[in-house]
């Protein structure tokens, strides 16, 4: 649900269109998108818009419940993961709920990419810097 202003229009009516447990995917510049998915690209080069960048700005503007994220994020990009841990946590002071946080493969990742309302592809260049998101209510 959306909680403030966002300038792009895309993300604007994503966010305002989100319904309870609606899932939509935050991804790096190299994440295979399917087809039927609507793809939201603010990808402009490499690196811009970071995936933080992005993810702080879908935090400030939705209410989420749940992340989803994959194993090897941790393991092979351990400082991008931490920001996106704190990140996190941030938001769940912020809202006062605790977020569910559920670790699967990259490739059971990519399969449930197929089930997001959305798929946000940034500029970052960082393996595994993908998050999928569970709408939450605002109350």
Not at 74 to 90: F, G, M, N, Y
């Amino acid at each position: 649900m959306k909680k403030s202003t966002l300038i792009n229009s895309e993300l604007s009516y994503l966010v305002a269109t989100l319904g309870h447990t609606d899932e939509i995917t935050i991804c790096d510049a190299g994440l295979p998108i399917p087809d039927h998915v609507t793809r939201i690209d603010l990808a402009l080069t490499h690196g811009v818009p970071s995936f933080a960048q992005t993810v702080k700005t879908m935090l400030d503007e939705s209410q989420i419940e749940g992340v989803v994220i994959a194993e090897e994020f941790a393991k092979v990009s351990p400082e991008h993961h931490a920001a996106l841990i704190d990140q996190i946590k941030t938001e769940e002071a912020r809202c006062g709920k605790p977020l569910s946080i559920t670790y699967i493969t990259h490739e059971e990742f990519k399969q449930r990419t197929h089930e997001s309302r959305a798929v946000v592809r940034t500029g970052e260049c960082t393996p595994y810097a993908n998050v999928i998101f569970q709408a939450g209510v605002t109350f």
